[in-house]
């Protein structure tokens, strides 16, 4: 079974009336490769704030790498874009 390297559990998100987000789920598996693609206004920068810890999360849940957003999860987010290493 392949490691899970980005989780969002019914994750929504709304600026006071306006709803972005609503119980989005995504998973991606360690070495896949994904796209966000949509229209203005899909909420692809929505869920990209969400994971980098730009915007507040109230509800749902991302787990980074096997961390829930919160204490670790920021040296999860630095390991980001680097190769890595197997010795």
Known sequence: MAET??????????????????DVNLTIHRGDI???IGEN????????RLVTGLSPLKDGKITLLGQ???????KRLASIGKPLINH
């Open 5 to 22: 390297a980005l989780s969002l559990r019914n994750v929504s998100k709304s600026f006071g009336r306006f709803q972005a987000l609503s």
């Open 34 to 36: 994904y796209g966000l």
């Open 68 to 74: 829930d957003r919160g204490a670790g999860y920021q």
């Open 41 to 48: 206004g899909a909420g692809k920068s929505t869920i990209m």
